[in-house]
């Protein structure tokens, strides 16, 4: 089968079915555009928030220095394992938006549908423009791709780069000579062009977050596998030109991270548990996030989807694709189901593998000649309102919650305690809320979940003790805004009880740590 062009794809009717879905996949994404990024992964987003405030505020003359102090020492105390491209984009915004969080929701919505014009035509290839539409459809209104695509992280732009390599590689191992198909060979020319293209965006990919390099690698893998054995793969100088292409940025950020700026050292610990392989709750949990992120019958269906694909070099292709998320979420065995946003990747994944059933579906539909019309006129009704249920779905999440209330009270804590407060705090996400919009930097207790590991809190009285004199005996406040986790933890509520309260208000206490100490 010759491979269509991407310029086919552009003149065809299902343009305006395209263009259609960009349309609503950016409308549903500008929706609620201004609430608090507190909706998805909010400690993650606020790391990210506060080092573009951090970079902001470095150069403003206009604020009070002790502001442009805290905001710059937050940006530099917090942990840096990705390049911060994100959030240096956000901060340069701002010099002309002023400070407003939902610039960083823009640009990730942005780099979402950039992704997703790239597995429009990847899917093309691989299917058919059917097979492409129903694939960007998936991709774009998943409900918690919605969600996730719209938050101040890295990953909707590594996805973006991840997907624009899987394009390119394909087309790259197109220029081979297809052993499914009878188009020729291209020129040598158009294959160096290709490869370097290819490795450039790989490398962009790994660049952004290490993590892509699971999918990069079984993209290219794959694409290779799938036309010529992978001998033969080895002796062409383009591969090898790729492949450096694809490893150099990161590679030269990792020296400079780890050798010279030192940032780096510690960064990469706790990613790889092999106890939890052989834990069943890890495979348990594994299941339950999928099943949050895809529903359980999705990845079932793109499994399927698999032994549709009319090509062998598709099928294969895309089969090394799974794989590689697999090795990816055996590797990261803990942050696979405890962070849900390492599974986005799999988003455009399943997309690629649903669309092989489509296209066949379609094939199907086409054959019946007599009522191909009214087939197709069913089935269009059917995705047609199948999409307006799934986008009043997710609007309806964006609107169940308003956040926009929590940064005055943060804010009111702020100037209760005054910028110079020492204070521990039970708290939300670290502390970043406080320090976000209380510009406050507490010392963090730790929640019941961190305190796992002991026997019972009443049978560690020892470890109490000294974990309460550590944090709180040269401070003055102790912030709760759990009331909850205090609760769960009886001996720091019988603590704390035995303290005044210094101020309380809608969702928080303070105690006053001073009373009694000795001047």
């Given at each position: 089968m010759k491979a269509t062009s991407s310029r086919s794809y552009l003149s065809s009717p299902g343009i305006a079915a395209v263009v259609l879905l960009f349309v609503l996949g950016l409308s549903i994404r500008l929706y609620d555009l201004t609430d608090l990024p507190l909706d998805f992964h909010p400690t993650r987003q606020l790391l990210s928030a506060l080092k573009a405030r951090g970079m902001y505020y470095q150069g403003r003359t206009d604020v009070p220095d002790w502001q442009r102090k805290f905001a710059v020492q937050q940006w530099k105390s917090k942990a840096e394992i990705e390049p911060e491209i994100v959030e240096?984009?956000?901060?340069?915004?701002?010099?002309f938006?002023?400070?407003q969080l939902w610039i960083g929701r823009i640009y990730s919505s942005i780099?979402?549908?950039?992704?997703?014009l790239f597995l429009y035509l990847l899917a093309c290839d691989l299917s058919s423009p059917v097979g492409g539409l129903l694939a960007l459809a998936f991709y774009l209104f998943l409900p918690y791709g919605v969600i996730a695509s719209r938050s101040l992280q890295p990953d909707p732009l590594m996805v973006m780069f991840t997907i624009a390599f899987w394009w390119a590689v394909n087309r790259w191992a197109m220029t081979?000579?297809?052993?499914?198909?009878a188009a020729p060979a291209r020129t040598t020319s158009a294959g160096v062009r290709w490869a370097i293209l290819t490795g450039l965006l790989g490398g962009l990919a790994i660049l952004v977050k290490f993590s892509a390099a699971f999918f990069v690698i079984g993209g290219g893998l794959g694409a290779v596998l799938g036309r010529e054995p992978l001998g033969k793969a080895l002796r062409r100088p383009a591969l090898w030109m790729m492949a450096v292409l694809g490893v150099l940025p990161g590679l030269l950020y990792l020296v400079y991270g780890v050798f010279i700026a030192g940032f780096l050292a510690r960064q990469f610990g706790g990613r790889f548990i092999p106890s939890l392989?052989?834990?069943?709750?890890?495979y348990l949990?594994?299941?339950?996030?999928?099943?949050?992120v895809l529903g359980v019958a999705v990845v079932a269906l793109a499994l399927l989807g698999l032994f549709f694909f009319r090509q062998r070099s598709g099928f294969i292709f895309v089969l090394s694709l799974w794989a590689a998320y697999l090795l990816y979420g055996l590797y990261f065995d803990y942050h696979i189901w405890s962070h849900g946003y390492y599974n986005l990747p799999l988003i455009p994944l399943a997309a690629l593998s649903l669309s092989a059933g489509a296209d066949r579906l379609g094939a199907e539909m086409s054959a019946a000649a007599s009522s191909a019309g009214l087939l197709r006129s069913a089935a269009l009704a059917i995705l047609a309102l199948g999409l307006f249920a799934v986008l009043w779905d997710v609007r309806s999440i964006l609107k169940s919650v308003d956040y926009r209330p929590e940064a005055a009270m943060w804010a009111e804590i702020g100037q209760a305690l005054g910028p110079d407060a020492r204070l521990v705090a039970l708290t939300q996400d670290y502390g970043s809320r406080l320090a976000y919009w209380g510009w406050l930097d507490p010392a963090v207790w730790p929640l019941a979940g961190d305190l796992a590991y002991h026997v019972g809190l009443r049978g560690?009285?020892?470890?109490?003790?000294?974990?309460?004199?550590?944090?709180?005996l040269k401070r003055d406040f102790f912030l709760v805004t759990l009331p909850d986790e205090l609760e769960s933890q009886p001996l720091l509520k019988e603590r704390l009880a035995a303290y005044p309260l210094y101020r309380q208000g809608t969702g928080y206490v303070i105690y006053d740590l001073r009373e009694g100490r000795a001047p």
């Open positions: 240096r984009l956000v901060a340069f915004t701002y010099r938006t002023g400070e780099f979402w549908l950039i992704g997703g081979l000579g297809l052993r499914d198909s392989l052989v834990s069943p709750s890890y949990n594994w299941i339950s996030t999928l099943n949050h560690a009285q020892d470890d109490f003790e000294k974990q309460f004199d550590a944090l709180a």
